[in-house]
């Protein structure tokens, strides 16, 4: 199960578990994306309509899960949000959404999902690179993001008797379009300069951090707690 599955990582992480022969369910909370991304999957797919900051939305979606697959393999909680905002300009209101949304959702998704993961199953979160890099403009963004890397840890501490292991990727910069949003010139500005700051000069691909996902998932067997760079040496040299 992947939420924040129709776009970016989720989705090309979702396409790779399908093209091995793997049935997804993934999560989003726009109708039109969703189906245009279980097209991409394939029809076997399910696409859930569901906000990873509604706890409502979660106690639902462990039901839709439950009804669909009855037990699962992995668990993927990757949906988030970022703002690009100062630390002068912040309000409470953007605060509360990004702490909501990265954090307090994550937390809750795994709770709700634990029930349903087999014994020997992975889960994995997704951080960033700016929880242990100063970037201006993501200074809430990069306390959620810590947040969630402690969390990671407390959760595959309390996880073990299940045998379940909790890690996290943490992506540097990817192009998954989420500037898209912003002016073309503030966008253009904030891209050149995050490629400077990344000692590989360049923008990584969703594809990258899906594999990386993957093998924390499935193909770490001996690793829980600890948290994966997929981030160009952004946050290592």
Known sequence: MITGGSSGIGLETAKLLADEGARVLITGRTQAKLDSARKKIGNDAVAVLSDAASLTDIDELADRVKAEFGTIDALFVNAGTTRFVSFESMTG????????????????????????????????????????????????????????????????????????????????????????SMPKEAAEQTQAQMREQIPMLRFGHPLEVAKAALFLAFDATYTTGAEFPVDGGGSQI
């Open 93 to 180: 209101e953007v605060y509360d959404e990004l702490l909501t949304i990265n954090t307090k959702g994550p937390y809750f998704t795994v709770q709700k999902l634990t029930p349903l993961l087999n014994a020997g199953s992975g889960v994995v979160l997704t951080t960033s690179i700016a929880n242990v890099v100063g970037i201006p403009m993501l200074s809430a963004y990069a306390a959620s993001k810590a947040a969630l890397r402690s969390m990671t840890r407390g959760l595959a501490r309390e996880l073990l008797p299940r045998q379940i292991r909790v890690n996290a990727v943490s992506p540097g910069p990817i192009d998954t379009g989420i500037m898209e």
